[in-house]
């Protein structure tokens, strides 16, 4: 069955510093893997995604991931934490069916920036 | 914006009563889904539409059903609403179902009281 593993429910850094919010997933075939945030009381935007090709992609906000199918992870990193950059963060597995598509989430990061 | 619509964006029942929560899209993508968010839990799979009348159940469908009678419209329903489907509900729509990226609406915060 596909999951993912989001093992830090909650990070504090300080603004400035690096970040790297980790995710493992278990699925069968070569994952669709994606990584969105969520601001408080909004819904969910899309930060980066990887289908194939290279392991490191590249996505808004200054936000990068690194896929290494032998550890089955899926990393999201950031140089230099802004405090807008405060938010929760899920990662998502894409695992295809019969029907068509099917999203397993994450529990969720919660990331604290302080001054 | 991938042009999708809740409503209401809040609401708060009465438990036992029947709920109706719309997503609504302009982009006149075939697939579309819907889940809750729950603390702990993150975002779960409650039932999907791969088209017209089409639809599947996700990971937690028991006490929802859903309809989609035309591309733009997909509604999600409590029969009887219980204080365990107090949550935040979202729709997200694909509109790449080979990698099948989803775009997210702002939710509908549900209370069963």
């Known amino acids: 069955a596909q999951s993912v593993t989001q093992p830090d429910i909650h990070i504090t850094v300080s603004e400035g510093a690096s970040l790297e919010l980790r995710c493992n997933y278990s699925?069968?075939?070569?994952?669709?893997l994606f990584w969105y945030v969520q601001s408080p009381g909004q819904g969910l935007q899309l930060l980066l995604k990887?289908?194939?090709?290279?392991?490191l992609v590249q996505g808004i906000k200054g936000f990068e991931a690194e896929f290494k199918r032998s550890q089955s992870s899926f990393n999201l990193r950031k140089p230099s934490v802004h405090w807008s950059d405060a938010a929760e963060y899920f990662c998502?597995?894409?695992?295809?069916?019969?029907?068509?598509?099917?999203?397993?989430f994450g529990t969720g990061t919660s990331l604290t920036v302080i001054p | 914006d991938a042009g999708i619509t809740q409503s209401p964006r809040h609401k708060v029942t009465e438990t036992g009563t029947p709920v109706t929560l719309r997503c609504h899209q302009t982009?006149?993508?075939?697939?579309m889904y819907w889940y809750r968010q729950d603390p702990g839990h993150g975002l779960r799979l409650i039932h999907y539409?791969?088209?017209?009348?089409?639809?599947d159940k996700g990971e937690v469908s028991d006490g929802y059903s859903v309809s989609r009678s035309k591309t733009e419209d997909f509604l999600l329903t409590l029969e009887s609403a219980t204080s365990s489907q107090t949550s935040v509900y979202f729709c997200?729509?694909?509109?790449?179902?080979?990698?099948?990226?989803?775009?997210f609406g702002a939710g509908t915060r549900l209370s069963v009281l």
């Open positions: 699925y069968g075939a070569t994952p669709y």
């Open positions: 998502a597995v894409g695992a295809l069916t019969d029907t068509g598509n099917q999203f397993y």
């Open positions: 990887y289908f194939s090709g290279d392991t």
């Open positions: 997200a729509i694909s509109l790449d179902i080979a990698k099948n990226i989803q775009y």
């Open positions: 539409s791969y088209g017209v009348k089409d639809t």
């Open positions: 982009e006149n993508h075939r697939y």
